[in-house]
């Protein structure tokens, strides 16, 4: 027996056999038709030559003037009728040889006078080359056929004979009979068609009574293995007719149900449910499969000899070719051991979920337990550093808070790690700004890349939007690792961030990439998105390429010296690749030995407020701005101030500036260059203060900042905010105030500051401060409203997206009497990212009194409580 592949290889080698014998029939009947249409061409014009003479003819010499004379009268109708005769149309023509300068003469052809599309009769000669069916005709006389050729008029096949004698040497007169060559063709393509054709058929017809015959005696062998299947199977088959009678039963559903085959053929199924069958589940499968669906279901199924077990059917229709159901097939399955085996998985679920709450409790606990102490070491050794000490206390000090706050970011490693891999690590989606995200994980890294002068730069692309919904503690969280890690292994140098939106792609599967959908629905329904791509670059040590599978590895460093030299537990990155997965995102990083490494994380994220909402402020509009900067700051520098609508000049040094017409001038002052400027005791410089600006590190200390103010205009902390250079660069390159600037108004206001985000609560609460206002902290919602009860501020400074209870719903419970009567009407102002339009109304409508948006700036800060004060009844 043939396999399947052979029996394909056989009968497509029998059918290009079949193809290839009518192919040749067909060529060699083209071939015959090809002689009998020139045999007949050539019987066609030596019949046509017997209507002329030649003395009639030798009377024509071609010449316009004579087509008026009787004699071309005559011959011309004789062509005519010629022509008209034959059903092809054919082109006839009278031409004479003229020996003496081997040329041809024509003398008349038969198309009408009356055709304007035939051309009026050739005078002259035609040329002397010749085709050699003419030069055969002018040499022996003989009448002959030649084509398809091709000449001005198209393609011809043509035929000649001579009128008169043959006489070699004289005038000779011929007669053309030209045909195209498309009824040429066409006769010779039917010809040729029609024998392949009648070859096919006469082949092909025992051909396909073989592959008939081959195919009926297949199906019958698949029935009967298929028989043979289902009867030897594992799995209980029955079927039944339109009637539910059945029809079939194999052996291994009557031993299921305890029946033979005799009791069972030709009764009604049902007959066999019992009594513990619910109606409903019938019904439902009657329903569905007399509809032509699949139904698949459960229930308790009785056997003959009384006990009950639970069976799973699939019942299929099956449909002839007509698709009409002409039976259905039910396969079967007991369920008893799987449902055995579920009460026994469910049970160890139940013990599972058991030990991983404990186990949840006991990191909860741990966390508290261990946190505690420590954040109780570093507060009171960052107080201590602010007592006098000497200089060998301090040290000690010093080594104490930064060892507690290492401590505490290991602890915090360790116990995300522990949430992720129990799955408990849940995101938090809300609007967010993803530069204030960026700028806020800077300013965390700036105290550890401060000691080792590594530069802290960043830049977010014009296109990424102003808000997007993401967490973003865990987005912050995973930049400050990136960049940590960046600086801990940069010697010197600078750890650069680059934010900026990418085109769609999927990301590569991960195990640990999950779905976001709480992100998905904090947007708004048909709200856009976009993937935005994170990269951390440093010009650190590098990672050689053996290493590099280590690096995403959890409790995994690049060999032992770095855990000995640089410290950590090597969950830094592994907790960045589980966060970027719940973030839908995936991460992936370059390295080269020595000369740094670039991490790149990519998510994708609800578009809140696009791009082109954020108004590029430009307040250095026409301003010469001199550049005193280096390396990565001075590029950062030169692209804000254009950003700004600024013009950039640079310096190499701000001690011998080459231009003096410049409007404003930055310095980058690294920690050793301020010291060293402070602490001078003549200093030299060469600039007007009033025109010069410093960028200082953050935590540069403030003896070394007072001493600096009288050499400039303003300080500025690096890492650098863009948002906030831009407006004090604006304010710097005005002209010069004639007096010192007057100190801030002093309101004296009880103000209670809502806000979850420990760097934004330390920067209100200084604005506030230098306001000469009190304040308080909440941390959201709930905690707002209990201390709106108990200290009745006079203003509630409330951020709008914080966890438990947001800004607006806040908002909704003071102004429904939630916190008290007393309070009620206390005035609010709303704090948000997000400076929609459609944002301010809800805000507004939800009970807020007043609308900024961040980054707060003092002067705003300062507006609205004028305006608060405006709007008191006393201020009048």
């Not at 031993?255 to 069958?277: C, I, K, V």
């Given at each position: ?290 509809a032509g669906h699949p139904w698949t279901g459960e229930w308790m199924m009785p056997r003959k000899d009384g006990t009950v077990f639970p069976l799973r059917a699939a019942i299929t229709p099956v449909k002839n070719r007509a698709g009409e159901i002409r039976s259905f097939v039910g396969v079967f399955e007991d369920m008893t051991e799987i449902r055995q085996t579920e009460a026994l998985l469910r049970e160890a679920k139940e013990r599972a979920e058991a030990g991983d709450r404990a186990k949840g409790q006991f990191l909860a606990t741990m966390s508290h337990e261990v946190r505690t102490p420590l954040n109780g070491i570093v507060g009171f050794a960052s107080l201590l550093l602010e007592t006098e000490l000497t200089p060998e206390q301090l040290e000690y000090v010093e080594t104490i808070r930064t060892s507690s706050e290492t401590l505490i970011q290991l602890t915090g490693d360790i116990l995300d790690y522990a949430r992720i891999e129990s799955g408990r690590l849940k995101l ?449």
């Amino acid at each position: 027996m043939l396999s399947l592949l052979q029996r394909k290889a056989v009968l497509a080698f029998a059918s290009a056999v079949i193809f290839a014998a009518g192919i040749g029939a067909g060529y060699w009947r083209y071939l015959r038709a090809r002689a009998e249409l020139l045999a007949e061409l050539t019987a066609r014009v030596q019949g046509c030559a017997v209507a002329f003479h030649v003395a009639e003819l030798q009377e024509l010499t071609g010449a316009p003037a004579e087509r008026e004379s009787p004699v071309y009268a005559s011959v011309k109708d004789r062509l005519g009728r010629l022509r008209t005769s034959d059903e092809r149309q054919p082109r006839i023509s009278l031409l004479r040889y003229l020996p003496a300068n081997g040329t041809l003469l024509p003398l008349a052809d038969s198309a009408p006078r009356t055709d304007p599309a035939q051309p009026a009769p050739r005078t002259g000669t035609l040329p002397a080359r010749l085709s050699p069916g003419l030069e055969g005709v002018i040499e022996t006389g003989y009448p002959t056929a030649e084509g398809p050729r091709q000449e001005d008029g198209g393609r011809w096949v043509s035929g000649y004979a001579l009128i008169g004698p043959h006489t070699p040497g004289r005038p000779q007169h011929l007669i053309a009979f030209d045909l195209t060559a498309h009824e040429w063709y066409r006769a010779l393509w039917n010809t040729a068609l029609g024998t392949a054709g009648y070859v096919w058929m006469l082949l092909l017809l025992p051909l396909a009574a073989l592959v008939t015959t081959h195919r009926q005696l297949m199906q019958g062998e698949a029935l009967r293995n298929l028989t043979e299947a289902m009867e030897q199977g594992h799995s209980p088959i029955m079927i039944v007719d339109l009637g539910l009678r059945i029809e079939y039963a194999n052996a291994k559903f009557c031993r299921l149900l305890g029946y033979s085959r005799r009791e069972l053929l030709g009764r009604e199924w049902r007959t066999f449910h019992g009594a513990e069958a619910r109606p409903e589940i019938f019904a439902d499968m009657v329903t569905t499969i007399r509809a032509g669906h699949p139904w698949t279901g459960e229930w308790m199924m009785p056997r003959k000899d009384g006990t009950v077990f639970p069976l799973r059917a699939a019942i299929t229709p099956v449909k002839n070719r007509a698709g009409e159901i002409r039976s259905f097939v039910g396969v079967f399955e007991d369920m008893t051991e799987i449902r055995q085996t579920e009460a026994l998985l469910r049970e160890a679920k139940e013990r599972a979920e058991a030990g991983d709450r404990a186990k949840g409790q006991f990191l909860a606990t741990m966390s508290h337990e261990v946190r505690t102490p420590l954040n109780g070491i570093v507060g009171f050794a960052s107080l201590l550093l602010e007592t006098e000490l000497t200089p060998e206390q301090l040290e000690y000090v010093e080594t104490i808070r930064t060892s507690s706050e290492t401590l505490i970011q290991l602890t915090g490693d360790i116990l995300d790690y522990a949430r992720i891999e129990s799955g408990r690590l849940k995101l938090e989606p809300q609007p967010c700004d993803p530069r204030e995200c960026v700028e806020n994980a800077l300013d965390l890294a700036a105290t550890l890349a401060l000691p080792k002068g590594v530069e802290l730069l960043h830049w977010i692309d014009d296109t990424v939007p102003a808000a997007i919904v993401a967490d973003v503690g865990r987005l912050r969280q995973v930049i400050v690792n990136l960049v940590n890690n960046a600086v801990k292994f940069t010697p010197t140098g600078e750890v650069a961030v680059d934010v900026r939106v990418v085109a769609s792609s999927p990301a590569p599967e991960t195990a640990d990439a999950e779905a976001l959908p709480s992100a998905r629905e904090t947007a708004d329904a048909g709200e856009a998105s976009c993937t935005l791509e994170f990269s951390v670059r440093d010009t650190g040590i590098g990672i050689a390429p053996a290493h590099h599978p280590k690096i995403f590895r959890p409790f995994s460093q690049v060999d032992d010296s770095t855990t000995r030299r640089y410290g950590g537990t090597g969950l830094g990155l592994a907790i960045c690749k589980n966060l970027v997965g719940l973030m839908n995102g995936h991460i992936t990083f370059t390295s080269e030995l020595g000369r740094g490494s670039r991490f790149t994380f990519t998510i994708r994220v609800p578009v809140h407020t696009p791009a082109a909402d954020r108004v590029p402020p430009t307040p250095l509009q026409g301003r010469r701005v001199m550049l005193v900067a280096s390396g990565g700051m001075c590029e950062e520098l030169t692209r804000l101030v254009r950003r700004f609508g600024g013009e950039v000049m640079e310096s190499e040094t701000a001690a011998s500036p080459q231009r003096s017409d410049w409007d404003l001038g930055i310095q980058d002052l690294s920690a050793s260059a301020a010291t060293e400027l402070a602490t001078s005791r003549e200093p030299c410089v060469s600039w007007l203060p009033e025109k010069m600006v410093a960028l200082i590190p953050v935590p540069l200390p403030g003896e070394i900042r007072a001493a600096l103010r009288p050499y400039f205009r303003q300080l500025l902390n690096k890492p650098l905010h863009h948002d906030l250079f831009g407006g004090v660069l604006g304010a710097s390159a005005a002209d010069p105030p004639a007096a010192a600037m007057p100190p801030p108004p002093q309101f004296g206001l009880r103000v209670l500051i809502v806000e979850d985000n420990a760097v934004n609560q330390r920067l209100i609460q200084t604005v506030v401060s230098h306001l000469g206002c009190t304040s308080h902290l909440a941390v959201n919602g709930r905690v707002a409203l209990e201390e709106i009860a108990r200290s009745r501020p006079e203003v509630v400074l409330m951020d709008l997206h914080m966890p438990e209870l947001d800004g607006l719903a806040t908002t909704a419970q003071i102004r429904a009497g939630a916190a008290g009567e007393a309070v009620r009407g206390v005035w609010i102002v709303a704090l948000t990212a997000d400076a929609r339009n459609e944002q301010r109304e809800r805000t507004l409508a939800a009970g807020a009194n007043d609308y900024l948006t961040k980054p707060v700036r003092p002067a705003e800060l300062q507006a609205a409580l004028e305006r608060y004060l405006a709007s008191r009844p006393t201020a009048a």
